[in-house]
């Protein structure tokens, strides 16, 4: 997996999330409303209300639909910066981790087999300044006898 971003994630993640039927209005409220009442810089009272213009975003409007409310939630986060990305999926864990397991970012891991490879020792993740970097170092041996 690369280094991606939360915002990076949350960019490849949206036509998952935005598609028929992923969440429900009652997860995506409950989401507005963890990012709402628990991380108020997150989003703020006027950010989540009715919008008094139609240009502003419309999280909490009954009337507009789901996917037009998800879509104006995933965008204004995504224009907040890194930090929101993050409370997001936090909030998204908690209130459908059936859904938070199966999207596109998390499965972006994808393992290679080296030729000759036998066994596995161990794994050991690389550290870069003060960030676990999220490759993966495999020890590989043709003959613990050798070891």
Sequence with gaps: MTDQTYCDRLVQDTPFLTG???????QVDRIILQLNRYY???LTNK?????????TPQFRNPKASLRVRLCDLLS??????????????????????????????RH?????????????????????DRHVSRYL???????LAAL
């Design 20 to 26: 028929q039927g992923c969440l429900s209005e009652q």
């Design 40 to 42: 108020p810089q997150i």
């Design 47 to 55: 950010e989540a209300e009715k919008p008094a213009l139609p240009s």
């Design 76 to 105: 204004h986060l995504q224009r907040s910066g890194e930090r929101h990305c993050q409370e997001f999926y936090r909030a998204l864990y908690i209130h459908a981790q059936p859904l938070h397991s199966r999207l596109p970012s």
């Design 108 to 128: 972006a891991l994808h393992y290679k087999v080296l030729p000759g490879a036998r066994r596995v020792l161990g794994f050991s993740p690389i550290i870069i």
């Design 137 to 143: 170092l495999a020890f590989l041996a043709d003959d």
